[in-house]
């Protein structure tokens, strides 16, 4: 049996077809162009394997209220273009699989979660942290994405502010100082005039970013008690986590158990950003009776 | 049908016997003493009435993980007589019903969550506060409480420090300066040396606290969506609740769409302290097949 994935990004779509073991049998992607194009290339794309259903990890913001009118549709996307698109409905139209839409970052947020019980790890939650070009999470409890009236925005939570970055405004255009604000990819530019990826693991920046992360893996850990938090995104590395670890540690103060630090607070299992196509997978394999 | 409510407390023991439409049938409390003396009497109140099964909501920390071989224990508390205390066990042998323990505050909070419903709102997903001694949370997500490894533990998150409030230390043992150790009730003798009862609400300390607990409710919101937080425990009240919610407002800056401010921002709809008597009995009919 074969299941189809898309990770609709703003720059790109990444589509796979993959089987129930969920190994990739083909994939390839399309530059996002105006949703009547690329829609079309997707289409034909999947046209060619014979698809049981389908997992979409998509950028959004998309309505995700299964009895909204809407539901399915891309809505006050910035990217203007693909303002108001019925993401979800055009797929159905042309490709008559059933679908599993979700936001991207719960794509990946599912496929960790798969992977990790796959690979024999006894959670049934999971909290996954994306830190690029934005800041996003996803969570899974017992089993089920978390979130009623939307998909969480865990990005947005305020921290206490470091004590040598009092001065800094953030960048987030809603809440200025707000997480994402904080430690997402531009903030580099913004406090230090340059690339992330030229800034050395010296600089005292990543200790204050350090800082503002573990503030947050504290509130999902004091919410949720998850079984793992996954950090992935472009802004992670080894000796980023090293020291939002050390903070983490540092500023729970033993208030609550968590499993072993290094269990706990980890980055991706899946290599090569490929949680979300998993993740797809995982879903698309939830629409078919087997 | 009967079914009985324990509301285990750090000073006292509220018990009450209620019926399947959560009508209160009898009550009364005692004064929490020695594991030994208080349990007995407990056990004995129960034994004048046919109840079929028992919600406990109970201080703690308390062990919940089913497969724990200490599960339903009182564990590390500071109150010494009750630290190692089996209180599943004890009231199970003692009573021989079915028993749903939970925490005080998830009691609360399920009362609330089945009350709201009752009344006709349309939620699936609530989250409770109490701000009183101490502060805690609990959150039903899609009718089911969060939290794999343990129960909430929102008490504890990190908050951005109010400008007119960076001298403050806070008085949470573990961590200084966490959203309890700035609002709960302790606070207001340690910032102006005297009681909050006492405390007008012209203050300024009022708007700095709830400047905390709004972030609070924002980390909250954008971690579950809820469809309600209600707000209760001892420090709250009517105006405080009303400068909550106008820091909420400015602090969200409209990121997420939430139910309306007045219906989404609440005090308790079950007067006189009474949410976690009705969430345990509520919690003890799911555990009789009806």
């Not at 949720?224 to 090293?242: A, D, H, Y």
């Not at 991706?268 to 993740?279: V, Y």
């Amino acid at each position: 049996m074969l299941v189809g994935s898309i990770e609709a990004g703003g720059t790109k779509f990444v589509c796979a077809v993959g089987d129930d073991n969920y190994n990739i049998v083909d994939s390839k992607y399309f530059i996002t162009e105006k949703p009547s194009i690329t829609l079309k290339k997707v289409i034909d794309y999947f046209k060619n394997f014979k698809i049981e259903a389908l997992g979409i990890a998509s950028f959004g913001p998309l309505e995700l209220r299964q009895d909204h009118a809407k539901y399915g549709y891309i809505t006050t996307s910035p990217k203007l273009d693909w303002r108001d698109t019925d993401l979800y409905g055009i797929l159905k139209a042309g490709l008559e699989v059933p679908i599993y839409l979700t936001t991207d970052v719960n794509g990946s947020t599912y496929g960790e979660y798969i992977m990790s019980r796959m690979t024999g790890e006894k959670i049934n939650s999971l909290a996954y942290y994306t830190i690029g070009t934005g800041v996003g999470a996803g969570i899974i409890n017992n089993g089920q994405f978390i979130g009623d009236l939307g998909h969480p925005e865990m990005g947005h939570v305020n921290v206490k502010r470091h004590p040598k970055d009092m001065a800094f405004a953030g960048t987030c255009p809603y809440h200025g100082d707000c997480l994402e604000g904080l430690v997402s990819g531009p903030t580099f530019e913004a406090r230090l005039g340059k690339r992330g990826e030229t800034v050395p693991q010296t600089n005292f920046v990543w200790d204050i970013m350090a800082y503002y992360v573990a503030q947050a893996l504290i509130q999902t850990t004091l919410m949720f008690r998850p079984g793992k938090i996954v950090l992935g995104g472009g802004v992670m590395n080894g000796e980023f986590l090293k020291k939002i670890k050390q903070q983490f540690v540092k500023l729970l103060n033993g208030y609550v158990s968590t499993p072993a630090i290094d269990n706990y607070i980890v980055m991706p299992l899946i290599k090569h950003n490929g949680s979300a196509t998993i993740g797809d997978f995982a879903l698309a394999l939830t629409k078919v009776a087997i």
